[in-house]
């Protein structure tokens, strides 16, 4: 398995207080990705990055900002959380672009906004 | 939005051939097509991958259509571990994965 941790790996926080979740990795992997999944809608990116301090948005990045500062660590935050950004999210780590190249996953994060 | 699509789900016998089908309308000449599934509480997992030829792993088989517009992901003998919801993307969004809703797939001992 790769060696991707996300934490927590769960948080209950009220609305309006900032929420940073992080990913980390050890197989030096150029990509990093965010995504949050809720039912109806699958899987879908939030920000990624294709290298140190190198990021871009995906689909849905409204309430959104990450960092990298280092090769294995992607931090995801929440500036001020809100009920709509309850959800599970997904970091995934892969070699290079995703053309030819497979994603990992890691476990997930269960984050309820109350 | 993903441009993907699949059945919402799908019902197999333990043993038995599955044959998973997705449809891929904006795919271009140059994009990967991949397979990943989802078991219960976990994250995804890779299953698989192709850009023109049919594809075989340990896990499954990937049939493309020579116009590469649909694909199919051949389970050669489903298990009950196999239960999942499993998706189809192709990276049309460059540095993008995006995926769809998947098919449930439902296996009966």
């Known amino acids: 398995d790769a060696g991707i941790t996300q934490s927590p790996r769960h948080k209950v926080t009220e609305t309006g207080t900032p929420v940073t979740l992080r990913c980390h990795q050890t197989?030096?992997?150029?990509?990093m990705y965010w995504y949050r999944q809720d039912p109806g809608h699958g899987l879908r990116l939030i920000h990624y990055?294709?290298?140190?301090?190198?990021?871009d948005k995906g689909e849905v990045s409204d309430g959104y900002s990450v960092s990298r500062s280092k090769t294995e660590d992607f931090l995801l935050t929440l500036e001020s959380a809100t009920s709509s950004q309850t959800s599970v999210y997904f970091c995934?780590?892969?070699?290079?672009?995703?053309?030819?190249?497979?994603?990992?996953f890691g476990s997930g994060t269960q984050l309820s906004v109350l | 939005d993903a441009k993907t699509t699949q059945p919402n789900s799908m019902e197999s016998n333990e043993e038995e051939p599955v044959h998973l089908p997705c449809n891929h309308s904006?795919?271009?000449?140059?994009?990967?097509i991949h397979w990943y599934r989802q078991l219960p509480s976990q994250g995804p997992e890779y299953v698989i991958h192709?850009?023109?030829s049919n594809v075989n792993n340990r896990m499954a088989s990937l049939a493309i259509a020579e116009d590469r517009k649909s694909s199919t992901l051949i389970l050669h003998r489903a298990t009950l571990r196999d239960a999942a919801v499993y998706y189809c993307?192709?990276?049309?969004?460059?540095?993008?994965?995006?995926f769809g809703g998947g098919t449930r797939l439902m296996v009966k001992p």
């Open positions: 995934a780590i892969s070699g290079q672009a995703p053309g030819n190249e497979k994603l990992f």
């Open positions: 197989e030096n992997h150029r990509y």
């Open positions: 990055s294709y290298g140190v301090k190198d990021t």
């Open positions: 904006t795919i271009s000449g140059t994009d990967y």
């Open positions: 192709g850009l023109t």
């Open positions: 993307i192709d990276n049309n969004a460059g540095n993008m994965l995006t």
